[in-house]
């Protein structure tokens, strides 16, 4: 599929929230597989009226024909011509809409129109907003002959009533349900706002995350707020608040950015020793000041949606905003991951103090904003703009006329086909999960997606799986004959979700969707339709089972990741009651199942332990369902290749590699990496994935870096140029598919033994043993090896994977099974 995000490009250029827009969006496009996309950006000064024409009429002549689909979000960039046209609206020219100066006139004469020369239709359009009687070709020649005539006529003043009204039609014909496929907003303050969309029309709402890399908490040190210096954004008022705070030097406010406002701004600063202004920042710096922070105020007036609240809630900082604020009150939830205060110097300066008096309380607001935000991803608001329904009655011509022209074509350039055999259809697999799978960034949803998606090779594949209540519903092909169902989660289970974090101090959507399924009957309308076709079901996890049950009796197969309550205990702590949930859950899972798989013989005989009944005739059918790879695309590292590139990148020191998701034992083994790291000064420590979010403001040497969440290709390079991969594991469940991915690519590995559970590998043969309370001494043994000892031992482990660890050959397995629970 090629797709084209055409926008505008302002004059003179700067960078703001839309160009991260773009850029985010058009990444996220290309990452997916089967879809081509393009930025197509055009030149659009509007410093008057005869340049906004202009460049309305170069996007309306734009040919997009070679691309599937366009996608437009922004002022004049919605005027293209195309089918398949998504607006995904940021914002229209805001001076000619809700920002149009109060008191000046909105009636248009139209006397001083015919003036002009314009004919009596347009006349008429403009006056009484007729956007259905005009095209916008006609239209904008009569705007462009008029101006043309007197370009020096008051009429054209801007802002002014003309040329409000002049724009405004101009966005409504673009924007009519005739040319537009699918229309949908950053934020709900946009989608609501008069005149942003034609009457009637049903708008989605999608809150787009943000193209800073890098984002992640820090220590609590300063006030930070970032902006364009504008009079809208209002950093006149956080420097009032933060005068009327009482704060000083030791809590400094940092203001970045630059604009027009800049010199009054510095006025009303003075000379308070607090207050500093660090101009355009680069991104690093920027992403530096918001882990620095304590909090965030962020008070502009009616703001579209403000990256800025997103990028501080990412970095674990509340954001102080107003309640007029508009887009950033959206993302907030008052008192738990930030503060919505009242507009005034003095109730902002309120709210700083609180947070800065009260640091631990301000760091568990920034938690919380943090798991709030981070449930924003690219690949959600790709499904939501590539996969929406369209309504656009142009396009359901161009795909009738399309299937047309492809139907002639092969009627006249093929001889006559053969008599067509029909395969019979593949049996439906229906799977339930709490959480998406893409994109596939932990080992969970590496699991689910190697392995459903060589299942799908003998069955068609359709999970349903929860998204937050925030996210449109939608269904996504994840590979041929897999389709994953995104459910949003009702507000009322989303609320119950996060009353039961706070009491827990961790992650519980799993356990709060199994407590109260009733609260999102979405969901269960879902799981009812896919137990009606399917012709088996499986509960991924046992937290899907209470839903499953709520509408379906009939037998399913429980897939376990895990032994969930020893994991479990692990993660909650002291809190039985919630460890004793989860007993049930699991037990209930075990024995009501008509097949269990387990990731590994160990764990097939714990839940067998724990939960075995010999007067059950049925317990006992259980398989072992083990954690692999696709070997076929996972090139085995030779030695002179990794020299190569470690030549190419500086890489001189020893590197070891950690890889883990925001998961209880990967927290604990980033404890074990970062004390093995301060006894090693040698050797360079680098963590991957979601973990280093929950362990970067730890106390850590300068041997210890954090690269975050990364894509596949980045992994890939430097699993490529790394000496050892770390598996320091030493709690949880089921097998670590690190272990195999670091085997797979020829990386060496270090390992507790507890870490090598389930999988066949021997310290001395496939890997090097450590203990948790000695990793250091394991690394250096490692590192001790010679060339070839150590070639050896990558090769075993390999050849080990090969064998045992391919998805191909473990879904072949599993697809058996399944076959013979069918027959």
Sequence with gaps: MKICVVAPSPVPFVIGGAENLWWGLVEALN????????????????????????????????????????????????????????????????????????????????????????????????????????????????????FRRDPASPCWAFPGPVSRAVIRLLDAVAMRTDKIAHYAAISDVVAARDGYFPKNVKVAVHHHPTGLKGLGDGPQETIFSASRLDPAKRIDLIIEGYKASGLGPDVPLHIAGG???????????????????????????LVQEYARAICVPFVPRDEDYGLITLEAMLCAKPVIATT?????????????????????????????????????????????????????????????????????????????ANAANFASVEATSRPAAPAVVTQPAKPLIGVLNTYPIAPVVSGGKLRLFGLYSRLADQFDVHFINLTGSRDAASVRTLAPGFTEELVPKSPALEREEWHMQDMLGATVEDLAAALYPASAPRWLEAIDALARRSDVMVCSHPYTLPALREVFSGPFVYEAHNVEAD???????????????????????????????????????????????????????????????????????????????????????????????????????????????????????????????????????????????????????????????????????????????????????????????????????QYVRATGEDFALGIRTMLGLAADDREALKRRARSWVEANGDWQSIARTYAQSLTQLLA
């Design 31 to 146: 990452a997916r597989p089967g879809v081509l996309a393009e930025l197509l950006k055009l030149p659009s000064p509007e410093r008057n009226m005869g340049e906004l024409l202009a460049s309305y009429r170069r996007f309306s002549e734009l040919d997009l024909s070679h691309f599937d689909m366009v996608i437009s979000t922004k002022y004049p960039a919605w005027a293209i011509r195309h089918p398949n046209h998504v607006v995904y609206l940021q914002h229209t020219l805001r001076g000619l809409y809700d920002c149009y100066p109060p008191d000046m006139p909105t009636k248009v004469d139209p006397e001083a129109l015919r003036a002009l020369g314009m004919p009596p239709r347009i006349v008429e359009a403009l006056v009484n907003y007729r956007a259905n009687d005009v095209e916008f070709d006609e239209l904008i020649d009569a705007l462009d002959a008029a």
């Design 259 to 285: 604009g027009p406002d800049e010199a009054r701004l510095r006025a009303a600063a003075g000379d308070h020793p607090g207050i500093r202004f660090l101009g355009r920042v680069p991104e690093a710096q």
């Design 324 to 400: 007029d604020s508009g887009g950033p009150t959206e993302l907030l939830e008052d008192g738990k991951t930030g503060l919505i205060v009242p507009t005034s110097a003095a109730a902002i300066g309120r709210a700083m103090r609180r947070l800065c008096d009260d640091r631990a309380a301000a760091a568990e607001m920034g938690r919380l904003a943090q798991a709030r935000a981070r449930q924003l991803d690219w690949n959600a608001l790709c499904d939501a703009l590539v996969l929406a329904p369209r309504n656009s009655p142009g396009f359901a011509a161009a795909q009738a």
């Design 567 to 765: 994991l479990k205990a692990d993660i909650y702590g002291t809190h039985q009651w919630a460890i004793d949930r989860v007993f049930e859950l699991e037990r209930r899972a075990v024995r009501e199942a008509a097949l269990v798989s387990a990731c590994s013989p160990q764990d097939l005989a714990r839940l067998q332990a724990l939960y075995g009944d010999a007067d059950d005739p049925r317990f006992g059918q259980g398989i072992v369902v083990a954690n692999g790879i696709d070997v076929g695309n996972t090139p085995f590292r030779e030695a002179e290749r990794v020299a190569r590139r470690r030549r190419e990148l500086g890489v001189d020191q020893p590197l070891a590699l950690f890889m883990g998701s925001a998961h209880g034992p990967n927290i604990d083994a980033a404890r074990v990496v970062i004390e093995a790291a301060a006894q090693m000064p040698d050797v360079h420590f680098l963590l991957l994935g979601s973990v280093c979010g929950e362990v970067r403001q730890w106390e850590r040497t300068a041997n210890v870096g954090f690269a975050g969440v990364v894509s596949d290709a980045e992994k890939a390079a430097w699993l490529d140029v790394c000496d050892i991969g770390l598996n320091p594991v030493v709690s949880g469940s089921g097998t670590n598919l690190k272990l195999i991915e670091y085997a797979a690519a020829g990386v060496p590995v270090v390992s507790t033994e507890f870490g090598v559970r389930g999988i066949g590998f021997e310290d001395g043969q």
